[in-house]
């Protein structure tokens, strides 16, 4: 835990975002547009997700739209900002410890083969 912990703290120093925004900022520059694919993807709920994203959305990293056709439908679109962000966050020079890394790819590949079956 306490790797966990010094991990989040050398990433908040350098990017000032938690884990969780600097998870959450990466998967939407990968693509996931959509909040609840985004909540799927990094298991968090709704709510625990609404959070990050008015985090990131505050510090101008995110843009939400809301659908034209259907309101509820809301899509996130990372900014010039956020990409320089997300740059930063591949080129950093924190190292993250092997068994966090080891988690979070156990974590994908639970996530994914739930949506197989």
Request: hydrophobic content about 35%; proline content about 3%; aromatic content about 0%.
């Amino acid at each position: 835990m306490v790797d966990l912990q010094n991990f989040e703290e050398k990433l908040r120093k350098e990017t000032d975002l938690s884990l969780n925004e600097a998870l959450c900022l990466c998967q939407a520059d990968k693509g996931i547009q959509e909040p609840t694919a985004l909540a799927r993807e990094l298991s968090l709920s709704p709510s625990r997700l609404t959070r990050i994203l008015n985090s990131l959305e505050s510090k101008g990293l995110i843009e939400r739209t809301i659908g034209l056709e259907d309101r509820r439908n809301i899509a996130l679109r990372v900014t010039h900002e956020g990409n320089t962000v997300v740059h930063k966050l591949h080129c950093s020079t924190i190292t993250m410890p092997t068994h966090i890394e080891k988690a979070i790819e156990n974590l994908h590949e639970t996530v994914q083969s739930g949506e197989k079956s």
